[in-house]
């Protein structure tokens, strides 16, 4: 179905001039998820290095691949606990330390800068 050239023209330039309010809108929750994520990670693993909080916060903050932090249905502590535990795991596999010894580092000290 072919659209009339007035129609489509119009609704383009729509676009255009609602695109930066409409990627603000979208960029103020995404900023307000970041900071209680990485301030519920700081609270409950204060030892996680920053560079690994950082890394952590970038990757589940991918939208469409349904990263834990994303999902409304849990609280952000049991967020934050399974993103962490995985990454854990993650850091284990690529030939760290064991996944429990990690996470007890990233519970138990102070925060490393």
Known sequence: MAFPTSILKAVKQAERRTKPRRLRAVAKPDNNLWQEFLTTMRASYPGMPREER??????????????????????????VEVAVWAH??????????QAGEILGEWQGKAEKK
Not at 54 to 67: F, I, P, V, W, Y
């Open 54 to 79: 950082t890394q952590l916060a970038k990757l589940q903050m991918e939208k469409g691949q349904n990263r834990i932090v994303r999902s409304r249905k849990l609280p952000m502590t049991k967020r």
């Open 88 to 97: 854990a795991w993650h850091v284990q596999e690529r030939g760290g330390k």
